[in-house]
């Protein structure tokens, strides 16, 4: 299993960005798919999460409302639109995968199983 990020990068607070997560060697619509952030200093916190068909998707208490996760399966691809931004939203963000067709998407760090190498956002205030 191989993930990719893209999309990081500098906005300005109250703008928006749309990360992007590729999985290669990997049945993709068999996964659910999560999306991770670790600041200097902070342990990696949970941001969204989405099941394998997309029907089911959660969201960290600090971002709801203001990211959308969505996933394209033909293209074994998962986003995360990231709207209204704030300097405390400054991590890398990584992409995480777990093999399973369960109607959920798991919130914690350990019920994943691959992980990217990870995108920094900054936001600037």
């Known amino acids: 299993v191989q993930l990719v990020e893209s999309g990081g990068g500098l906005v300005q607070a109250g703008g928006s960005l749309r990360l992007s997560c590729v999985g290669s060697?990997?049945?993709?619509?068999?996964?659910?798919m999560g999306w991770f952030r670790q600041a200097p200093g902070k342990e990696r916190e949970f941001v969204a999460g989405?099941?394998?068909?997309?029907?089911?998707?959660s969201y960290g208490d600090s971002v709801r409302g203001r990211f959308t996760i969505s996933r394209d399966n033909d293209k074994k691809e998962v986003d995360l639109q990231m709207n209204s931004l704030k300097p405390e939203d400054t991590a890398a963000y990584y992409c995480?995968?777990?093999?399973?067709?369960?109607?959920?998407?798991?919130?914690?760090?350990?019920?994943?199983?691959?992980w990217g190498q990870g995108t920094q956002v900054t936001v600037s205030s």
């Open positions: 995480a995968a777990r093999g399973t067709t369960a109607p959920y998407a798991g919130n914690r760090r350990d019920w994943y199983d691959y």
């Open positions: 989405i099941n394998w068909n997309g029907k089911s998707a």
């Open positions: 060697e990997m049945s993709f619509d068999t996964y659910a």
